[in-house]
């Protein structure tokens, strides 16, 4: 690389003008994704095809308790990726990004069902077999009057619970 005097860098590979800026925001993407492969199991490490360099990097982090001593060694794990492929890792990390996503809508799902059992019975309760016809009628009737039941005694919501559980 050659230093020009506006701050900005010649890449070598195509001749692009690269600022010092974009290679810090580089840097600190591959710091953040160092840091979250410590979070990560070491035999999940072993499945991302890493070089020994850097898997015996990792494995060293395990030792690492100092607060301090964590921060510059997630320094040198993200100068160890500049030589891995990256892309396989930041799809791992997608994956479990978008399966955490999919949980939280999933039981947002089930908390409207639950609520709109509660407020609207049995309406609700025929969408609510339409689009899933296994459930059981009965069951699930008798979960949502003892439910409003609880509700109007100001009792605890067990029987909320159940429903939820029960749509699970």
Do not use: C
């Not at 974009?22 to 979250?36: H, N, P, S, T, V």
């Not at 890792?89 to 059992?117: A, C, S, T, Y």
């Not at 609700?124 to 509700?151: F, S, T």
């Amino acid at each position: 690389m050659m230093h020009d005097q506006d701050e900005q860098y010649y890449d070598d590979e195509d001749e692009n003008i690269v600022s010092k800026s974009e290679i810090k925001r580089e840097m600190l993407a591959l710091q953040d994704l160092g840091e979250r492969l410590l979070t990560l199991k070491p035999q999940a490490w072993e499945k991302l095809n890493f070089s020994s360099t850097m898997l015996a990097a990792l494995q060293e982090s395990t030792r690492i308790k100092s607060h301090n001593a964590i921060r510059r060694h997630v320094r040198r794990l993200g100068k160890l990726l500049r030589e891995e492929d990256t892309d396989q890792v930041q799809q791992l990390f997608d994956r479990m990004d978008n399966k955490h996503l999919e949980d939280v809508q999933q039981f947002h799902r089930l908390e409207r069902w639950r609520d709109r059992l509660m407020e609207e019975g049995d309406e609700a309760l025929n969408e609510l077999l339409d689009e899933y016809p296994n459930a059981d009628r009965q069951q699930l009737r008798q979960l949502v009057r003892v439910a409003q039941k609880e509700q109007l005694q100001g009792k605890s919501p067990a029987a909320q619970r159940k429903i939820f559980k029960y749509l699970r």
